[in-house]
Every structure is written in C-alpha cells, then in structure tokens.
C-alpha cells in the first residue's frame, strides 16, 4: 500500500516568502507527526496530531509556523516570513496506536532551502 | 521536559565485531522504547521496539531495557558495513499520547 506522502521533494525559495509543505499519511492513521532535521541533526519535534484531540505544538520554534490538519487526513506545514535559519528537512510521520505501542512511518522528507 | 539522551558518535567498530549502542530517558513512566535507522539522505525506519525489561532479540539485533535504570540499548552482532547509519532511540512520552526521539549515534562498520 502507500506510504506516507510528502510533497514537494524540494523546495527553495528567497528568505522573507511563505511556504507550504504538504503530507498526505498512510490511510487510516490517526497519528501525524512533523520533524524537523537539520544536516548531522538528530530530529526536532515540532507538533503532532493525534486523532480529533487539539494538536500538540509545543515544538514549533516561533510564530511564524503553524499546521493545520484536515479531516484527521491530509497535513499542511505552514512558514511564514522564511528565514535562512528555518532551511532544513522537514519529516513528516504517521502511524497508530496499537497498546502502547506506535511505530511511525516517515515521509521522505521535504528538503527546504532558504536563499 | 522529558529527554532522551544518546551519544552522538560517531561510534566506529570493525566489521564482524558487536555494535552497542545506549540510550537513557528521563520518564521514569515510560513503558515503550523504540529503535530507529536512519540511513544518510533517507528517512528513519524502525527496525525494534521493546516493552518489558530484558533483552529482545531480532536477528542479528538485540534490544535491552532496564527500566529501573531508565536504560536501552540496541546490540548488533556480525556488524556489516551496511549497518553503517544513525540509529535513534525513541520512547514513549507516559503522560501524553507521543513519542520522543533522542538526536542519534552515529555508527561507522569498517571493513
């Protein structure tokens, strides 16, 4: 089946612009997680979603970003006034509680890169 | 804030020999531990998760969980440079339906 979809691939844009990133999670899971990964870094949270429960954002780094997730389906990371320091790989992950137990499958990532 | 430390490496070993590789968390509630690969330039992959204390045992791969010392580790027996790669310890957040990540060691096989 598929898995979890991100798009685009890449993405550069000029710092000050917006940008949206996309995740479409594998069908069914009612977990949705963004990452953030800079080159030789370890993963930074930044919010999650789980289910129709309000959103976890306590990684989010400033104001400027924000997600929205539609129909417990399909998620959208917004960043608004880009700057050169927000330029990494943004993962996305989906998956679903089974106990205690969540394995998460991860998107190929977005790699965004801040001119 | 809930941690989950692990050293950064890069943790070189000869091919053949045992990988150990450690993790440490700080939610003495925590009840689900994972391990994940992540290959450069790929997405992280799961490859273990463990639940009870003591070891698990996948392959040429080992889980160990010691939860009185807050302690995973992951061994790798036979090490093949194709285990060259970071691997990330996440564990299960007690309080809240989430999963915390540690920032990785990376791991070197040399031939």
């Known amino acids: 089946g598929a898995g979890v979809s991100q798009s685009p691939s890449n993405k550069v844009t000029e710092k000050g612009k917006d940008v949206e990133l996309r995740c479409d999670p594998i069908?069914?899971?009612?977990?949705l997680y963004w990452y953030r990964q800079s080159l030789g870094q370890g993963l930074e949270f930044l919010i999650y979603f789980q289910g129709n429960s309000a959103p976890d954002k306590s990684g989010l780094p400033s104001d400027r970003f924000s997600a929205e997730r539609t129909g417990g389906s399909v998620s959208t990371l917004t960043i608004q006034r880009t700057q050169q320091e927000d330029s990494a790989v943004y993962l996305c992950?989906?998956?679903?509680?089974?106990?205690?137990?969540?394995?998460?499958?991860f998107g190929d990532g977005t790699r965004l890169s801040i001119l | 804030q809930k941690e989950v430390e692990q050293n950064s490496g890069p943790l070189s070993v000869p091919e053949g020999a045992i990988a150990s590789l450690n993790c440490t968390y700080s939610?003495?509630?925590?009840?689900?531990f994972f391990w994940y690969r992540q290959y450069s330039g790929k997405s992280p992959e799961l490859i273990m998760s463990i639940y009870s204390n003591g070891d698990k045992e996948d392959g040429r791969f080992t889980a160990q969980l010691n939860k009185a010392s807050q302690y995973v580790s992951l061994l790798i027996r036979d090490s093949q440079p194709s285990d060259s790669a970071t691997y990330l310890c996440a564990v299960k957040d007690s309080s809240a339906s989430k999963i915390i990540f540690g920032s990785g060691t990376r791991l070197s096989i040399r031939p």
């Open positions: 992950a989906s998956g679903e509680w089974t106990g205690d137990s969540q394995p998460q499958h």
């Open positions: 939610d003495r509630g925590s009840q689900s």
């Open positions: 069908s069914g899971h009612t977990a």
